[in-house]
Structure formats: structure tokens, C-alpha cells
């Protein structure tokens, strides 16, 4: 048993006028590049999806979409400055909230509470999970992907400070103790970071998440491994108890593709068994591993403890937000 907390913004009449809903058009707005194509990925009509965008317009005084001219479709949109800016606000305070509520529910639920709160008994967390049985049962693997672009960020994010450590070395100690690591790099300053760390090294053929995959798979492959976990560089947040969570799920699931998810939207870090470790390694270009995954492969999400860790490093903001969430103590590695 776990709390769920919906947070909303309201006017002055109590109407809603944001809330989980339009934010996740606006991500998906931001990764499809048009509202229809948002709405679909979200299994929703197109005329809610418009209503719903509108109605927070209205209520917020500022638009949170344009037009985009152009492209292989013709057009789209985009989100707005204001709406980038009204997302990382709801988001820095959602994600504050559901801390809040947590740590709250921890307190009104504890075992030996008074009155009846002892039958309350919460489930045994992932952290609590045995590391040696999990790692017993099969042999399994993390690949981090480190050989990205970057091109949004305008130089290399993997190795930007983050509280004293550089952004890669937060998210390699997400990674569970006893877990081996293999990472994709194309640049000299990720090989030190990594060489002073014991950890293997793959070159992806190209600078495409493709061929990273390719790569890693392959050395999965001959390495004998039975899963393996794909792990982006520049997610930081992700915390062990998580990956554990990916495991243990995938122990009982050996032929799913399992991934880390947030509310049921599915997304990574992603572990894929060894029976498509072939198909992985003749990916190149910026296609991602999902490609491979047939009508014939199940996909099981797992939920992760707090929402950024799904969080990315793809521009400097990102990056504040991230050590936000730190600094609040709230992110994993923050007492570091």
C-alpha cells in the first residue's frame, strides 16, 4: 500500500485549470512535435486534448502552444516558453508534494503505530531486497549509454558538476553494488571517468543511440549475460532500489522486456533478456531498443519511487532542476 496524490491548479472559482492531464500533453507535445499526434500516444481524442489546452490557456492568461512551419509532416506545434516554464514549476512542486506526502504517510502508517495503524503492514521495499539473490538467480548486467551528442546542452552534460560529481558519476551509483557495468563512450573525458572506476568500456560504430545499443548489446552477448539493464548516462536520479525493482520483476518475468515507469507511462532505465540481445546489436542510427521489441515480447512496467527519477539531462535547466531536487535532500546521493 503507497499514498497517490493528484495535485492541481485552480481559479479563483475553484475550476481546474492545470493538472496531470494537460502536463503530460505538454511533454508529449514537446516529444511528438504536434497535439494530435500527443493525443494519440495518449489514447484520447483530439478534441479533449485541444479542450484541455485551452481551458489551461484560459485560466492561465498565456499560450502554451505554436505553431511549428515545416517538416516532414508539414507542421506542428510546440510547446511555449511559458509552458516550458509553467511545467518545470508544476513539476518542481508536484514532485515536492508527493515527498512531502510520503514521508507523512510513512509517519501515519508505521508498524506498531497506535491503535489499528500496526495492521498497516507496507510492503517489503526494493530496497530491502537481497542483493545476492538477486544477482545469484541469473546473471545480469548494466549497460549505460554515454556516447550521446549532447547538442542541446552545447557541451558535454555527462561530465557538468552536480553537487561535486559529475553528472555520470551520480547515475553509475545508481547502479546496485555487485552489478556488472560495461558503458558506451565516445569521448576521452567519460573514459577517465569510467577507467578510474574499473568499469569496461565499449566504442560505439557511430554517435547514434543505435549504435550504442549495438554495441553494449553485443558485449552483453559475449559477455554470457541472461538481461540486461540499459541505463541513459544522464539520469542521475535513478535510485538502486528501482534497478533492484527491475530485477526482481524480471527474476519472475524472464522473457519481458521490463521497464521503469512513472504513474504507467513506461521509460527507462529498460531490461532486456538475452533472447533479444541479436536483435539489439544490428540497431544503429537513433533508433532505441524499443524497435525491437515484437507483438511476442511482453512489456511489464515497474513503478519508480518519485517521478524524477525518470528525469533526463538534456539542457542546463534540466540540470537545475535535477540539483533542485537534491539540494531539497529529496533526490538520491544528495548527502553525498
Not at 154 to 173: F, H, Q
Request: net charge negative; glycine share 12%.
Amino acid at each position: 500500500m503507497r499514498p497517490t496524490v493528484r495535485t492541481y491548479l485552480v481559479d479563483d472559482d475553484g475550476n481546474r485549470v492545470f493538472g496531470p492531464g494537460p502536463a503530460e500533453l505538454l511533454r508529449r507535445i514537446r516529444e511528438h512535435g504536434s497535439l494530435r499526434a500527443a493525443s494519440i500516444s495518449m489514447n484520447m481524442a483530439y478534441t479533449k486534448a485541444l479542450a484541455l489546452v485551452r481551458n489551461a490557456e484560459r485560466g492561465l492568461g498565456a499560450p502554451l502552444t505554436r505553431r511549428a512551419v515545416g517538416g516532414v509532416g508539414g507542421g506542428g506545434s510546440t510547446p511555449t516558453p511559458e509552458a516550458d516554464a509553467l511545467l518545470a514549476a508544476y513539476e518542481r512542486w508536484t514532485a515536492s508534494v508527493e515527498a512531502a506526502a510520503q514521508a507523512q504517510f510513512a509517519v501515519a502508517f508505521a508498524k506498531g503505530a497506535a491503535g489499528s495503524a500496526a495492521a498497516w503492514a507496507a510492503p517489503v521495499a526494493a530496497d530491502d531486497a537481497d542483493d545476492g539473490d538477486l544477482l545469484a538467480a541469473r546473471r545480469v548486467g548494466a549497460c549505460v549509454l554515454a556516447a550521446g551528442r549532447a547538442t542541446r546542452f552545447g557541451s558535454n552534460k555527462l561530465v557538468a558538476p552536480l553537487l561535486g560529481e559529475p553528472v555520470l558519476a551520480r547515475t553509475l551509483a545508481g547502479v546496485p553494488a555487485g552489478l556488472p557495468m560495461v558503458v558506451a563512450s565516445n569521448s576521452a573525458q567519460v573514459d577517465e571517468l569510467v577507467d578510474a572506476r574499473g568499469i569496461d568500456l565499449v566504442r560505439p560504430s557511430g554517435p547514434g543511440q543505435g549504435d550504442s545499443v549495438a554495441a553494449l548489446a553485443a558485449y552483453a552477448e559475449e559477455a554470457g549475460w541472461d538481461a540486461c539493464v540499459f541505463l541513459p548516462g544522464d539520469q542521475p536520479l535513478v535510485e538502486q532500489g528501482s534497478v533492484r525493482s527491475l530485477l526482481a520483476v524480471a527474476a519472475a518475468r524472464p522473457e519481458a522486456c521490463v521497464r521503469l515507469s512513472w504513474r504507467g507511462r513506461l521509460a527507462s532505465p529498460a531490461l532486456f533478456p538475452a533472447l533479444l540481445f541479436g536483435r539489439l546489436s544490428r540497431l544503429s542510427d537513433d533508433v532505441g531498443g524499443s524497435a525491437v521489441l515484437s507483438d511476442d515480447v511482453p512489456r511489464v512496467g515497474v513503478e519508480a519511487t518519485w517521478p524524477w527519477e525518470l528525469w533526463d539531462v538534456d539542457t542546463p535547466d534540466d540540470l537545475g532542476r535535477v540539483r533542485e531536487i537534491m539540494e531539497a535532500g529529496l533526490g538520491r546521493g544528495s548527502s553525498a
